[in-house]
């Protein structure tokens, strides 16, 4: 029997993810899933990369289009795994005839829970 005092969060759980007592201690387990694209505005020929960080190692992985010019797209372009790290990183190259578009991206991934997670929209502007 644990002596540690029981924590009103002890499995509750939240919009951002969960709060469980384990060992002892407190703890929680985040959904936070982040996008980051690199360069944010990137012109034909040039490289984009984009990293999605802050789910559970091993989860399923998807990179969806939200919208193409303000257009409700939400069609995933590509899916992966998160390796060891919790992070899922894929690359390519930006074609010809896309300059002036506008692109908003967005992460999904199995979160800790075993429920959906999925982040902030991240736009992307061709030059």
Known sequence: ???????????????????????GRLVMDLMD????LEPL?????????????????GALAGLCVV????????????FGVLDTFG?????DTVPPGL????MALQAWSVGFDQHLARSAETLLQFE
């Open 67 to 78: 919208s193409v010019d303000d257009v409700a797209v939400r069609e995933f372009g590509a």
């Open 1 to 23: 029997m644990s002596l540690a005092p029981r924590s009103p969060f002890a499995a509750d759980r939240h919009a951002t993810g969960i709060a469980r007592l384990w060992g």
């Open 99 to 102: 300059s002036g578009t506008t």
């Open 87 to 91: 992070e899922w990183t894929l690359a």
């Open 41 to 57: 505005s990137p012109a034909a020929g040039e490289s984009v990369t984009a990293w999605t960080r802050g789910g559970p190692a």
């Open 33 to 36: 899933l982040n996008l980051e």
